[in-house]
Every structure is written in structure tokens, then in C-alpha cells.
């Protein structure tokens, strides 16, 4: 389970403000993800990053942004403009993501709920 | 994109018995198809994976089958245990290497 951490382990947020979920891994993975986990359905992808500096939209990628300056760091912030941001996000990294076979290692979420 | 549908939603077995859990995906150039478990407010694990010049892959109580031609993948638990209890997850890879994963199977072991 070591090796990739998240923080906070819950998370509170007034309408209209922008917040941070962090993401940290020491297992030199060039590859980091964030999900989005919701009641009754999978994991859905919102952004991810094969390498430092740079990084791509997943299929749910409105409303959020990342940024990628450490290998070992890919925090992701919920905007304002997410309309529905209360779920428990998850935060994966990989050796690497080209030609897949590579197993993807979870954090232990972040449960964001928005008062 | 790659489509992973995911059956049964839940799944209720007497210890003892097997479960058994299928997934189909569209993708055809899904090349890895690893299958995750979620225990209530944890993360989820890799309980076993397999790859696409493989048809059948083993580990104790689990196994996974996996039907290229027919594009559908199956987990199977045998003598199931209540620690078994827990959500169930496949998913698929596209080809650019990224997972799309199944709704889940919420498996239910009654002693």
C-alpha cells in the first residue's frame, strides 16, 4: 500500500471556491491519474500525465485542472466551475502508460463533499 | 473509445460456493485487462491481471479467462470466504495504454 499518498483524507468546500486534492508518489513512476469514483459506478478518468510538464484531458476533464513540475507530485484542483465535485477522488501512478501491461497503483482517496 | 460493460452489478453467495463476474470490452487493440478489488472506503487492489496472448491465468481461489475473439474476460473466485466480500472491478486498457473500467460488482459472501 506504501508508495503513493494522498491528502487530505476528507475534504470540505463552500460553493464557489476552488480547492487542491494532493497527490504524492516514491515509486519513480513516470505516470500519474486522477479519478473520480462515484456510488454504483466506476472509476472514470479526469486527467493523467505520462511525463514532468506535461499532461492530457480524460474523459471528465470540466471543471478540473492539474499541473505536472515533479515527477513525484500531480495535484488536482476542483474549480468552481464543477458543478457536482462531491465524490471520492483517487489518485494511481504507473512505471508507464504507452503499450499499457502497466499496473496501476491506487492512493487512499480523497472524499471531497461541497456544503 | 474503449467501452467496458460489467456483470452482475451485485452478487450474493453462500460461503463456500464460487462467484463469478463478466466483463465485455469494444476495443479491439485492448491488449491488458487487470481486475480490481475495493474493500468499503479503501482503495482499490490489483487481485490479478492478464494479458492478451494469454487465455487463462490463475492465482489460488482466483482466476481470470479472457475470450479475445468474443472480447469478454471473466473473474472467478472459488470457495469463496466472507473477507471475499468486498467491490470487484475490471477494467481494460486502450490503445494508448490508459485503463476504462467496469461499474463494479458489489460481492456479497453470507456465512
Redesign the interface.
Known sequence: ?GGITQSPKYLFRKEGQNVTLSCEQNLNHDAM?WYRQDP??????IY?SQIVNDFQK??IAEGYSVSREKKESFPLTVTSAQKNPTAFY?CASSI??????????????TRLTVL | ?EN?E?HP?TLSVQEGDSAVIKCTYSDSA???F?WYKQELG?????II?I?SNVGEKKDQRIAVTLNKTAKHFSLHITETQPEDSAVY?CAA?DS?????????TQVVVTP
Do not use: I, T
Open positions: 500500500d491519474y454504483g459506478q466506476g472509476l472514470r478518468l493523467y480524460g474523459d483517487l508507464g502508460l504507452a503499450g499499457a501491461y502497466n499496473e496501476q497503483f491506487f492512493g487512499p482517496g | 473509445g467496458v460489467q452489478s485492448s491488449n491488458y487487470p479503501k482503495r482499490p487492489q490489483l491481471d494479458r472491478f486498457s494508448w495504454g490508459k485503463l476504462q473500467f467496469g461499474a463494479g
